[in-house]
């Protein structure tokens, strides 16, 4: 199924506006901004339908977003699964969209996750492992541009997510992937609940680090040990831009 996926990477398709298994937009519920205040607005996206893990990281993900940077009310996670996909172009703008209606662009951080199966072009999307689209970065630069937010965090848990920092890492925005462009990340089981990236930065540096620059460090070492451990190359975990994102966040 990665195989597969890789080879679509390679011919570089890209997720499309009109696709047959296109879901209505949907409104989503957000509370709204507070004039003054740098609040947090948080999109979550599960990707790849076809192993669990995936739905899993992403709800997991929001949650902990949600307590250590404030952002309780003001999130979206959508998914895909082996017999569902809701994560479509349409429902991907509709998020970002509902997220850029709701925030100050000039005070306000938009917080896009991305959890999937990763290659030299972009991330997959897909139900069971048929029909695989690749969200590249450039679609992703739209996305985020889509949430009207002066200051953006994106952070992607897949292989080669590198790829993302390369492309979209400025001072506005900040870059957090799981792996170097040129590197595969791990821990994609059907049954697990995080993958080794998700797991180090979510559901343990987080959790005791507030600014997620020094959760990154301590995630990147966790990482490293545990797939040394167990025999892995490592991942190695990539963090740019953000320097006006960062000492926004201080302010909060």
């Known amino acids: 199924m990665l195989r597969q996926f890789l080879a679509f990477c390679l011919v570089g398709l890209a997720l499309a506006a009109g696709e047959a298994t296109a879901q209505p937009s949907k409104a989503f519920h957000l509370a709204p901004q507070r004039p003054g205040a740098a609040d947090v607005y948080v999109v979550s996206l599960g990707l790849w339908g076809a192993q669990g893990v ?59 996750f991305l959890t999937s199966h990763g290659g030299p072009r972009g991330v997959g999307v897909t139900t069971g492992g048929r029909n695989v689209q690749v969200m590249s970065p450039d679609y992703v630069r739209e ?25 979209l890492a400025n001072a506005r925005t900040l870059v957090i992937t799981a792996a170097a462009p040129d590197r595969p990340s791990f821990g994609c089981e059907d049954r697990a609940t995080w ?34 451990r167990e025999g892995f190359e490592p991942s190695n975990p990539q963090i740019a831009g953000g320097a006006s994102v960062l000492e926004r966040l201080k302010e909060r």
Do not use: H, W
Request: net charge positive; aromatic share 8%.
């Open 54 to 112: 995936f739905e899993s990281e992403a709800k997991g993900a929001t949650r902990i977003l949600e307590d250590r940077l404030a952002a309780k009310n003001r999130s979206i996670v959508l998914f895909n699964t082996k017999r569902r996909m809701t994560v479509t172009d349409a429902s991907a703008r509709a998020a970002v969209r509902a997220v850029g209606q709701t925030l100050d662009p000039e005070e306000d951080i938009a917080v896009l």
């Open 143 to 167: 996305l985020l541009q889509e949430t009207r937010a002066r200051y953006r965090v994106l952070i992607v848990s897949a292989c080669y997510s590198g790829v993302f920092a390369e492309a």
């Open 195 to 228: 993958t080794y990236f998700g797991d180090a930065f979510f559901n343990q540096a987080l959790r005791t680090e507030s600014r997620l620059d020094a959760a990154f460090a301590k995630a990147r070492a966790l990482v490293t040990q545990r797939e040394r």
